[in-house]
């Protein structure tokens, strides 16, 4: 029997529902890094972001943007840090496709 009208219509939200929890589901357990090491990454990103951004008020969707994203790809913040210290490594090219992206979604550049 197909489902017509409001029943179809709920059918799709209850849908989205279950979807937008387990990417949020998936994206949680991916992430391991603490509170503080989040807050400083976010912070320093929003001062840095700030100062160079004539959308200053947009660089905090934007650096939580990245955060979402490159804790989803480098759940140990500590490597991060060490490897992408290192400019011409993986790691730093795939920090900056992430950060490149953000901006992209955030300021359209």
């Not at 849908?15 to 603490?34: D, E, F, K, N």
């Not at 490597?79 to 490594?89: G, N, V």
């Not at 496709?97 to 953000?102: E, G, P």
Request: glycine content about 4%.
């Amino acid at each position: 029997m197909p489902i017509v009208g409001y029943g179809r219509m709920a059918l799709v939200f209850l849908m989205l529902r279950v979807g937008i929890v387990l990417i949020c589901t998936a994206t949680l357990a991916h992430a391991q890094w603490s509170k503080e090491q989040l807050s400083v990454y976010t912070e320093d990103c929003v001062k840095s972001c700030s100062t160079r951004a004539k959308d200053g008020h947009k660089c905090p969707s934007a650096c939580a943007c990245v955060a979402r994203d490159l804790q989803a790809q480098f759940p140990d913040y500590v490597a991060l840090e060490r490897e992408h210290d290192k400019p011409d490594s993986a790691v730093a090219q795939r920090f900056n496709s992430v950060v490149l992206a953000c901006r992209r979604r955030i300021f359209g550049e």
